[in-house]
């Protein structure tokens, strides 16, 4: 992984600024998830590492769905509840991750980094599908809804 490496796609864009930008930040955070990953090929995966990335993660889905949220309320976007939970699912994901490295951390001594690397896999795993999937899924309808609104709003 020398080379640049980015996980955006254009498919991925909503043509909302402030959300495009975000969804990009979160690309990052997968990428440096991912290069935690492949780094473990030189130097041990630490207990450190995988809890920053959940952190880092957490703070920011955190303040980006906050304004996603805000956006869906502003334009009275109709499935803004099954979204949510959507969001919410993903937020007690990461607990899930919180609670199975403190598995890890008990065995650690007797297994070594191997189990934390197996976390940071597991980890980098979800958030890449899930974010992609996101977007291209629930977040394109919403996106799509919105672009109706504003048509309908420039038509009167």
């Given at each position: 992984?020398?080379?640049?490496v ?71 976007y ?61 977040d ?17």
């Amino acid at each position: 992984m020398n080379e640049k490496v980015n996980l955006w796609k254009p498919e991925y864009m909503l043509d909302i600024d402030i959300i495009d930008e975000q969804h990009k930040g979160f690309f990052d955070l997968c990428l440096k998830s991912a290069m935690l990953c492949e780094s473990a090929r030189n130097k041990p995966v630490q207990l450190s590492d995988v809890i920053h990335l959940i952190y880092d993660m957490r703070g920011y889905a955190f303040r980006h769905f906050f304004t996603e949220e805000a956006l869906l309320l502003k334009y009275a976007y109709p499935k803004i509840y099954g979204h949510m939970s959507q969001h919410d699912i993903f937020l007690r994901t990461l607990q899930e991750f919180t609670a199975e490295l403190h598995v890890e951390m008990a065995k650690a001594e007797k297994v070594g980094p191997e189990g934390f690397l197996a976390s940071a896999n597991h980890i980098n795993g979800y958030l890449t599908n899930w974010w992609g999937e996101h977007i291209l899924n629930t977040d394109q309808d919403y996106a799509r809804f919105m672009r109706e609104q504003k048509g309908k709003a420039a038509k009167t």
